[in-house]
């Protein structure tokens, strides 16, 4: 199976401050990674697709890149409405496998 | 507008059995494959078992194979999971999601709770 090495897993930042989450992949999956972010209480949402694709609605400071194996995932200016828990998942082969996850809290 | 709802969770006793529903609504069932994900108490996400948009391949994780059984009612734009032999570590939120590569949807979760 693929393992997803995700750090941090927990994060506190002020509001307007840049994050990143990374996720290392055991293996190469190419382009074939996805974000969700999981708002406390809730069900996870897709955040982006194909390493660096915005899902439908997603706000704009929320970018995906990928160097290799390590694929990140960055938000310009945290908002009070983003925290919650990040989770990568691969999408190369079955089984899918989510990273560890990280939790984002306020500072 | 994608609705996805599941229903069926609950107590059950170890060695028991459950079967999980998923309701779809606002999109064409029948055009894609759906899974199911679940989520142990403060624990990451796991995925379960996938169904092609027909019915006809299936897909599980290693711990489920031989006790989960996936399936689907086109008709009915509904998914199920047959869960068999529970063990108290099958304790947690399934959720029933749209699986095109990606989970692009989720519906909310039922939760199972697998203890004596």
């Known amino acids: 199976d693929i393992q997803m090495t995700q750090s941090p897993a927990s994060l506190s930042a002020s509001l307007e401050e840049i994050v990143t989450i990374t996720c290392q992949a055991s293996q190469d999956i190419g382009n074939w990674l996805a974000w969700y972010q999981q708002k406390p209480g809730k069900s996870p949402q897709l955040l982006i697709y194909?390493?660096?694709s915005l899902a439908d609605g997603v706000p704009s400071r929320f970018s995906g890149s990928r160097s290799g194996t390590q694929y990140s995932l960055k938000i310009s200016r945290l908002q009070v409405e983003d925290i919650g828990s990040y989770y990568c998942q691969q999408a190369h082969s079955n089984p899918n496998t989510f990273g560890a996850g990280t939790k984002l809290e306020l500072k | 507008e994608v609705q996805l709802v599941e229903s069926g969770g609950g107590l059950v006793q170890p060695g028991r059995s459950m079967k999980l529903s998923c309701a779809a609504s606002g999109f064409t069932f029948n055009n894609y494959d759906m899974a199911w994900v679940c989520q142990a108490p403060k624990k990451g996400l796991e995925w379960v078992a996938t169904i092609s948009y027909d019915g006809s391949s299936t897909y599980y994780r290693d711990s489920v194979k031989g006790r989960f059984t996936i399936s689907r009612d086109n008709a009915k734009s509904t998914l199920y999971l047959q869960m068999d032999s529970l063990r108290s570590e099958d304790t947690a939120t399934y959720y029933c999601a749209r699986h095109d590569w990606y989970f692009d949807f989720w519906g909310p979760g039922t939760m199972v709770t697998v203890s004596s």
């Open positions: 194909d390493a660096t």
